[in-house]
T-cell receptor, first 113, second 116 residues
Framework: SQKIEQNSEALNIQEGKTATLTCNYT??????LQWYRQDPGRGPVFLLL?????KEKRKERLKVTFDTTLKQSLFHITASQPADSATYLC????????????FGAGTRLAVHP | EAEVAQSPRYKITEKSQAVAFWCDPI?????LYWYRQILGQGPELLVQ????????DSQLPKDRFSAERLKGVDSTLKIQPAELGDSAMYLC??????????????FGPGTRLLVL
């Protein structure tokens, strides 16, 4: 069956360091992958989209990689700040139609001063 | 900046009662989604509309859940009767249209439902 895995344990890092979050998937061939940020009690907020023919995408301090051979995406936040503390969700488009997303459970990031 | 509006933000109800959630998408967005998010999990799609038509409700428990988007703008999600297991965050999202380069989904703040 189709499955998305994100680290269920929280990631704790020191301010200024690079945070790296992992998204692994099985039994998929997604056309694209998205990363969202979700704060407690709020709806997810879109951050980045990367397509299957792209290896890397950057936006300010954020970087996403997409390895379709490994079936893995890595999400990096450089020079992390306490304000980056949140849950980060990986989402893949699923078969059966465009714009149909399936989400991972998310990884909670805590950046400590 | 335009936002997706949802109401109410919080709802407490007793099991077997009926509840309804409302969503107003970003103006001009043809595609509207309802998701359910259980604590500690990612959002799960319940129903997707393109304008006023349902394009995917395969994960909607149709014996108790219903959704409509009569004029292709705002939408209502109803649960009748509510069960304890329905306690979750109900999220509405919208996107411009179902096409390449329009994949970004914009989420509302959600409605937190607690069924007692």
């Amino acid at each position: 069956s189709q499955k998305i895995e994100q680290n269920s344990e929280a990631l704790n890092i020191q301010e200024g360091k690079t945070a790296t979050l992992t998204c692994n998937y099985t039994n998929y061939s997604p056309a694209y992958l998205q990363w969202y940020r979700q704060d407690p009690g709020r709806g997810p907020v879109f951050l980045l989209l990367i397509r299957e023919n792209e290896k890397e995408k950057r936006k300010e301090r954020l970087k996403v990689t997409f390895d379709t051979t490994l079936k893995q995406s890595l999400f990096h936040i450089t020079a992390s700040q306490p304000a980056d503390s949140a849950t980060y969700l990986c989402a893949l488009n699923r078969s059966g139609g465009y714009n149909k997303l399936i989400f991972g459970a998310g990884t909670r990031l805590a950046v400590h001063p | 900046e335009a936002e997706v509006a949802q109401s109410p933000r919080y709802k407490i109800t007793e099991k077997s009662q009926a509840v309804a959630f409302w969503c107003d998408p970003i103006s001009g967005h043809a595609t509207l989604y309802w998701y359910r998010q259980i604590l500690g999990q990612g959002p799960e799609l319940l129903v997707q509309f393109q304008d006023e038509s349902v394009v995917d409700d395969s994960q909607l428990p149709k014996d108790r859940f219903s959704a409509e988007r009569l004029k292709g703008v705002d939408s209502t999600l109803k649960i009748q009767p509510a069960e304890l297991g329905d306690s979750a965050m109900y999220l509405c999202a919208s996107s411009l249209r179902v096409s390449e380069n329009q994949e970004t989904q914009y989420f509302g703040p959600g409605t937190r439902l607690l069924v007692l």
